[in-house]
Nanobody, 125 residues
Framework: QVQLVESGGGLVQAGGSLRLSCAASGRTLSNIAMGWFRQAPGKEREFVAAISWSGGVRTHADSVKGRFTISRDNAKNTVYLQMNSLKPEDTAVYYC??????????????????WGQGTQVTVSS
């Protein structure tokens, strides 16, 4: 079992930055790929970014590419999402997820095995 707890959300003006953290417990993140997803009110959950278990391979959704960066620190069992140049359309609940299979990441939500409770990010115009 893996428990995930997100933090770092909040209210920020457009153009600002936030860094989300996702702390894992229950087991180490070795061989576990991690992802970030988000869900805005009235919209479906969408993929934001993902990273392989080693951190050597990562991907970002086109909508956030160049503005958001996913990273991880396996020694701290923590995954991060650095969000810069935030836009009002980035407003959503952000969830981290763990894929405890072969260490490879996925952009598909149902391929993740564990989810955090989410953290709200609100970007004002």
């Amino acid at each position: 079992q893996v428990q995930l707890v997100e933090s770092g959300g909040g209210l920020v003006q457009a153009g600002g930055s936030l860094r989300l953290s996702c702390a894992a417990s229950g087991r180490t993140l070795s061989n576990i790929a991690m992802g970030w997803f988000r869900q805005a009110p009235g919209k479906e959950r969408e993929f934001v970014a993902a990273i392989s278990w080693s951190g050597g391979v990562r991907t970002h959704a086109d909508s956030v590419k160049g503005r958001f960066t996913i990273s991880r620190d396996n020694a701290k069992n923590t995954v991060y999402l650095q969000m810069n140049s935030l836009k009002p359309e980035d407003t959503a609940v952000y969830y981290c997820a763990a894929r405890a299979r072969d260490g490879s990441y996925s952009a598909v939500g149902y391929e993740y095995d564990y989810w955090g409770q989410g953290t709200q990010v609100t970007v004002s115009s």
